[in-house]
């Protein structure tokens, strides 16, 4: 019992960052524009993110040192996704090579600034965010093992990102707006709504998210920043594929690739895994195997946006 | 349509001009790059924290000292071609002397010590060769130097201490089995295993190779599992592997200990309990100062250790390797039972393997210590 509640802790390590990504591209997604820049963008985030940290964080209450960073952390993601959204929108560009340039020049210029600034390409940070026990709340059985010992603000946001994301785009006006950008941008065109304005609207939403996805990846992970976050943007990707462009679906996908990835690399401390003897390949594989299935099943009628991708175009028919 | 063009062919020109301005500068600053020393750097940079920064600062430190100019390079990619073409580039601008830290540059010293004849190459974790995998044919010529470190006693040091200090359950994570990592492995094992034996204690470790030298969660996690598991010190052996373990023993309850490796790295997170050092710095520093003296080219001479054409090994008896006792946070392992210990290693009265050994840790036999290897 022990063991499974130290996993699903662990557990909030992997998915929230990769809830949160996936919940940007989401947006990006659902208003046409194919984002792949997310990987870049967290890069940019964590980074902007982290450098205040580093900074602020002998001077200030921890927590509100945190809120500031992911604050921070949003608003350059945002800043740097514009540039996506400018040439993938306004200037009707290819969507995906915009953001693998995203992604190829974000690492870079990281490792020029922080050199530029303080010499050495890594910024450390120490880790004093940690909530170590929340009262009340972690007295109670199990929900408060996983969720409230040892736990972050982050996992807190994460969750509450997911719910606003599915308020805003099933319940709200602008969430119709926006769905509809992605899917015929045309008649959305028609029905009086600014298509330009929607795209920009989600592309830099998702930007906003991804930014701070990559601070929420980085935080526990190390005790420094150095430009990388391991793939997890492209990760969030998959995620959002297997989640087949659905809010909670993404969050029951990213709590499955987190959950799996868990396993893959906590198996060793873990006396029951062991006595298992199944090989770790398995676990590793898993995530990518079930996106494959998925994939392959309903790729007939996927559920991806229908007008993704394509530069939206007011004289064509 | 037109518009766009025209601002696309602006902002290109623009971007291609503020690149030629960059270089300019660059180049004034540091006068066309020329120095007499110059350092190509591996895969890592000049501030890794680990040996290409410890290789820089022994440049830095010798030629400041000493009036001579030095610059570095860093390579397109980590390939041979393109680590001769830096070579090129480091003798066009004026290099006398080329250090360059990592095995991968065996073959291209190998290839260019005859090219260029009257330049200085100091190879350091490395000796020059074609880099043949089943046949490698060896030469160093007097033009050049290989230099090696006994990681294995480094890591008998830090398994040794860790296992007087108290630690029964130990864990191992490297980054990728490569020939340095897997002897600060191997002597880890070794060291702890001879700890046990004097105590009479039964002793546990998990070994691993994480794959990369970077700072994942999964790294994180494995980390945070071993300590769960009762583990209570961890070798972080592999450049940012050692970050994820730092974090994860941060989160630990209780707190776990990091060993860290290569240099000093007390300063990074207050879990690190001691690191495994080798002195990068001095070995260059000391090949620099015979090459100005022209011990260097005394080839001939058996006392000169740093001497063209020789495949040299620092450990111990150099006292090249070692932990940093000073800003280690040992309890019960103290400075006496460090300077016993390091005494017998550099009396030869133990044998350390590397891992020249072989590439399966189940090579390193043992007594007390129960290695668990784990994929």
């Known amino acids: 019992m022990d063991d499974i509640l130290f996993l699903l802790s662990q557990t909030m390590i992997f998915a929230i960052p990769l809830l949160i990504v996936a919940l940007g591209g989401l947006f990006s997604e659902r208003s046409g524009v194919i984002n792949i820049a997310l990987e870049g963008i967290m890069v940019i985030g964590a980074f902007c993110g982290i450098f205040f940290i580093h900074f602020m964080q002998d001077s200030m209450n921890p927590q509100l040192c945190l809120i500031i960073a992911i604050l921070i952390a949003g608003v350059a993601g945002m800043i740097f996704t514009l540039f996506h959204a400018i040439a993938s929108i306004h200037l009707k560009a290819d969507q995906t090579i915009s953001g693998t340039a995203l992604n190829i020049f974000a690492p870079a210029f990281c490792i020029f600034v922080a050199r530029l600034i303080q010499q050495t390409q890594q910024v450390e940070f120490t880790d004093v965010f940690r909530i170590k026990e929340i009262p009340i709340l972690s007295s109670i059985p199990i929900i408060g093992d996983i969720l409230f010992k040892n736990t972050y603000i982050t996992t807190f946001l994460g969750i509450l990102i997911l719910i606003i994301s599915w308020f805003i785009l099933y319940k709200t006006k602008f969430g119709l707006r926006l769905r509809s950008c992605g899917e015929l941008p045309q008649a959305a065109d028609s029905a009086g709504i600014n298509v330009y304005k929607m795209r920009y609207a989600g592309t830099l939403i998702s930007g906003f998210l991804a930014g701070i996805g990559g601070l929420v990846f980085v935080l526990p992970t190390s005790t420094n920043f150095n430009a990388d976050v391991a793939g997890y943007g492209f990760l969030a990707l998959a995620v959002l594929i297997f989640g087949q462009w659905k809010p909670w679906r993404i969050a029951g996908a990213a709590f499955f690739f987190g959950f799996m990835k868990t396993i893959a690399s906590a198996y060793s401390g873990i006396d029951f895994f062991l006595s298992l003897g199944i090989p770790n390949y398995f676990y590793k594989i898993t995530p990518y195997i079930a996106t494959l299935l998925v994939l392959a099943f309903v790729s007939k009628n996927s559920a991806a946006p229908k007008a993704e991708g394509e530069p939206y175009d007011k004289g064509k028919r | ?375």
């Open chain 2, 1 to 375: 349509m037109k518009k766009m063009f025209a601002s696309l062919l602006a902002l290109s020109l623009m971007l291609v001009g503020c690149g030629g301005g960059d270089k300019k500068t660059d180049d004034t600053t540091k006068k066309d790059g020329n120095a007499e020393i110059i350092m190509i750097t591996d895969k890592g940079t000049i501030d890794d924290k680990s040996f290409n920064q410890g290789t820089y600062e022994g440049v830095e430190a010798y030629a400041k000292k000493n009036n001579k100019t030095f610059n570095y390079i860093k390579p397109v990619a980590a390939t041979d071609d393109e680590y001769k073409n830096s070579i090129d580039q480091a003798v066009k601008q004026g290099a006398k002397v080329i250090v360059t830290p990592g095995y991968l540059f065996e073959p291209a010293i190998y290839a260019k010590q005859t090219e260029y004849s009257d330049v200085k190459f100091i190879l350091i974790d490395g000796y020059p060769n074609d880099g043949n995998q089943e046949n490698p044919k060896s030469n160093t010529e007097n033009n050049a130097i290989g230099i090696k470190f006994q990681e294995e006693q480094s890591g008998y040091l830090a398994g040794y201490a860790a296992v007087k200090e108290g630690h029964t359950k130990l864990g191992f994570m490297g980054g990728m089995a490569v020939p340095a990592v897997m002897s600060f492995g191997y002597g880890y094992i070794q060291g702890a295993d001879a700890a046990a034996k004097e105590l009479g204690i039964d002793v546990s470790m998990n070994y691993h190779y994480t794959g990369d030298f970077k700072a994942t969660p999964e790294v994180q996690n494995t980390a945070a599992s071993w300590y769960k598991s009762g583990i209570t010190a961890i070798f972080g052996c592999g450049g940012a592997v050692g970050n994820s373990v730092m974090a994860a023993a941060e989160k630990a309850d209780p707190v776990g200990a990091v060993i860290g490796v290569d240099v000093d790295q007390a300063t990074e997170s207050k879990t690190v309990m001691t690191s495994a050092y080798k002195q990068l710095a001095n070995a260059v520093n000391d090949a620099l100062a015979s090459i100005y003296s022209g011990d260097f080219d005394k080839v001939d001479d058996d006392k000169i250790l740093f001497r063209g054409g020789q495949n040299i090994v620092l450990g111990a008896a150099n006292n090249a390797i070692g932990l940093p006792m000073d800003t280690s946070t040992f309890k019960k392992f103290t400075k006496a039972d460090y300077d016993k210990v390091y005494k017998t290693i550099q009396d030869g009265k133990v044998t350390i393997k590397n891992s020249t050994a072989g590439e399966d840790v189940s090579v390193i036999k043992t007594e007390k210590v129960k290695v668990n290897f784990i994929k």
